[in-house]
């Protein structure tokens, strides 16, 4: 992992990372703010409602765009910033893929709040890119980036995996909720952001920079809080009680 020197600049931007990720998780605590997708998205008399599946394409498009175009910057950039490139943009190209292929959403989304996470996605595959630029070959541990590889394989194929299993609770075309089971969802409420952190870690091994590790933390942190969101949202849908973990089988 690669310590870049405490300048002014580095210290200001380690801070507002962390400071935007706490006030994204306290966004994400209050009801009243939360991100406006899938379950949670309560639209109020001003809200302007897209489909579900739109919402996400807005979401996803901008970050493969970008994620292109770092990927042929990237083409004459040293191997750990090829890769960083390459493997952000395998993962929104995933994302596209499931929302046009595998998700069976049934509803609608905040558009508002599709932008405003289409921007940050966007903003962190740059930021990503360009810290990872900056992390100078002789500081890269080849072992760490072998790690990174297999590690972004099996979160991803973690992701994908329950995502499957949460469409075929629709396959007969029904619209409802369902407590989802097989997989992990039988030890805890949402074994695919589990699968997305997996891929938050293999992301900061690759990218060697210890800002990017600050930044995944705040996205670290916003899933575990969505999951805790959902595993209360499953309490009260289906009137039960549970000491299901969230995200962690056996732990929290
Ligand atoms: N990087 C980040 O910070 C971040 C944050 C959030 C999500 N993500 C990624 O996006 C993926 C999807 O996230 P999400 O929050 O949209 O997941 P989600 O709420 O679990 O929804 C995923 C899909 O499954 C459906 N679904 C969920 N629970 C269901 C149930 N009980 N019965 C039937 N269908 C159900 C949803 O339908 P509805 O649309 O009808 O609810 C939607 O189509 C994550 O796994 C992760 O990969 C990333």
Redesign the pocket.
């Known amino acids: 992992m690669y310590y870049p020197d405490p300048t002014i600049p580095n210290v200001l931007i380690g801070c507002g990372a962390l400071l935007s990720g706490v006030s994204l998780i306290r966004r994400e605590l209050n009801p009243a703010t939360q991100m406006g997708?899938?379950?949670f998205a309560k639209a109020t008399k001003s809200s302007v409602m897209v489909p579900?599946k739109q919402g996400m394409l807005v979401i996803y498009l901008p970050s493969v765009v970008l994620c292109l175009l770092g990927g042929l910057w990237s083409l004459d950039q040293a191997r750990h910033v090829k890769l960083v490139a390459f493997f952000s943009l395998l993962h929104f190209l995933k994302?596209i893929y499931e929302v046009l292929c595998v998700?069976?959403?049934?509803?609608q989304a905040i558009l508002k709040d599709n932008i405003v996470i289409a921007c940050s996605?966007a903003g962190f595959s740059i930021t990503q890119l360009y810290f990872t630029s900056k992390v100078p070959s002789s500081a890269t541990s080849s072992y760490e980036m072998g790690l990174g590889m297999a590690l972004f394989f099996l979160g991803e194929g973690l992701?994908h995996y329950h995502?499957l299993i949460?469409?075929n609770?629709?396959k007969d075309g029904a619209?409802a909720?369902?407590?989802?089971q097989g997989g992990l969802f039988d030890y805890v409420w949402?074994p695919?952001?589990l699968?997305?952190i997996i891929s938050f870690v293999a992301m900061t091994l690759l990218s060697q920079h210890m800002l990017i590790f600050i930044f995944q933390l705040s996205?670290v942190g916003?899933?575990a809080v969505?999951a805790y969101n959902?595993r209360l949202w499953y309490e009260q849908k289906f009137n039960i009680t549970t000491k299901k973990p969230c995200l962690v089988p056996g732990l929290l």
Do not use: D, M, Q, V
């Open positions: 997708y899938s379950k579900s994302r998700h069976r959403y049934s509803g996605y992701n995502h949460l469409a609770l629709r619209k909720y369902k407590i989802p949402c695919h952001y699968g997305e996205s916003y899933l969505r959902t």
